[in-house]
């Protein structure tokens, strides 16, 4: 194919009905979605740091998504899943028995006990 999409990686083009990676704004077939140090295949929700062409900086932390290159074109951005352990969550289900709709001071209190962030405390 001489237009449309074309792998960061290997530089072929890539058909709508192929699953690919995407690092801001390079796509990757999912086996060209790899570390350039080590070579090693990288999966949804590991970190990457993205070099720009000229190799000069490393930007910031980014996570590799599995998408279909039609379906996702509005999607949202999430972020990587949080693991609960059973301790933080016995402390959580215990808390939200008590009061299931927790201030803002006890959803800090909670975040402080548990280690986890503010923002999975409220969710």
Not at 23 to 46: D, I, P, W, Y
Not at 58 to 67: C, I, L, P
Request: aromatic share 4%.
């Amino acid at each position: 194919r001489c237009f449309g999409t074309k792998c960061a990686g290997c530089a072929q083009g890539i058909s709508p009905s192929d699953l690919v990676r995407r690092a801001r704004s390079k796509v990757f077939h999912l086996n060209c979605f790899t570390c350039m140090m080590c070579n090693k295949q990288l999966s949804t929700g590991e970190e990457l740091y993205i070099i720009d062409e000229n190799n000069a900086n490393v930007s910031d932390k980014e996570t590799g998504s599995n998408e279909n290159d039609d379906q996702n074109l509005g999607a949202k951005r999430r972020g990587p899943r949080t693991t609960i352990k059973a301790k933080q969550l016995e402390t959580l289900k215990a808390a939200f028995a008590a009061t299931p709709k927790p201030t803002r001071h006890i959803r800090e209190q909670l975040a402080q006990e548990t280690g986890l962030n503010m923002r999975v405390i409220q969710v």
